[in-house]
């Protein structure tokens, strides 16, 4: 009769962490002029309809909305045009990253965001085909209005717990961008200095997203808060997990996170007025309409860009990723069974 070695104490132990923490390595460490290799320039008309004029790279450098030192990157709309109503909208950026990234932590080092009435900077990502390639906006907020909020657009069938361990507040749960006015499933930060004006007054801040196949979250630490160490120093290796509570929080218990998210683009944009910040402009205690705002007060978006210090791209360990005969519902378990399987085989006498 075959008898079984027992695993022990410390075996569980490697097994536990091995299948329930993930930790990451630095794969891209995007500083200054690398934002120039890292991403394009979309040229395009404006998904959302904004009073915008989204320039190429060669435009952008010639009228200074975008500029770089070894360890800055700035992005930031045209403060000196009048505009004809006839015409294009204000001058700006739309940038899109080169790669696309499916399980990643990213940390952006965030020193400045735009401000201003009629204002609509984001920070985001989205796969093709939207919305069925699914949306993760992680910075994102108009005219000024704070906080932030972390969202997730969607086709439909995704929606998240009423109840979750998440620092912010639950908006609404369902995901699918088709109703609700495209709301999405959002959380709303829980501090003022997660956005607009109270966050640059503060000196800006750090925001994190992770995506795995189990969860989305979404981080934020003011550049005067308790920042994790790793976060603030750049390290090579990042240990969500040991941060705390995420501000926003979204598990896959209702939603299939590989199947409703694929490979995303990373997009950085500021664009004025459209079908949010243009459709609150009158309760967000503004002077006039959005649209003659932007045409006419080019002096009032001199603080409208964004300054960042960097954007870090983690990729989880490869000793640590699925292998491809793990189903992706049951890969953790799957994986918990063949570790436990090495450390149990027969004895034979």
Known sequence: MPCYATPTPTTILFISLFVLGTSYHLENDITGRKFYEAFVFENIPDPTHGRVDYVDKATAIAHNLTFATDDAFVLKSDDKEVLNPYGPGRKSVRLRSVETHTNMLLVFDIRHMPQGCGTWPAVWTVGPNWPHGGEIDIVEGVNNQSPNSAVLHTAPGCTMPTRRNQLGTAIHSD???LVNWNSGC?????????????????????????????????????????????????????????????????????CDIDRY???QFIVINLTFCGDWAGNTYAQSRCPGTCVDYVNNNPDAFENAYFHFASLKIYKPHRHETATPAQSKSTGGLHLFKQLFQLTAQPLRK
């Open 175 to 177: 995901c699918n961008a």
């Open 261 to 263: 998210f694929a490979a």
């Open 186 to 254: 959002g959380v709303r930060f829980p501090t003022a200095g997660s956005y607009g004006p109270p966050f640059n007054n503060n000196g800006g801040g750090w925001y994190a997203m992770e995506r795995s196949s189990t969860h989305i979250k979404v981080w934020f630490w003011p550049s005067n808060g308790r920042v994790p160490s790793e976060v603030q120093s750049g390290s090579h290796r990042a240990d969500p997990d040991s941060w705390g509570p995420p501000t926003a929080y979204f598990p896959n218990t209702r």
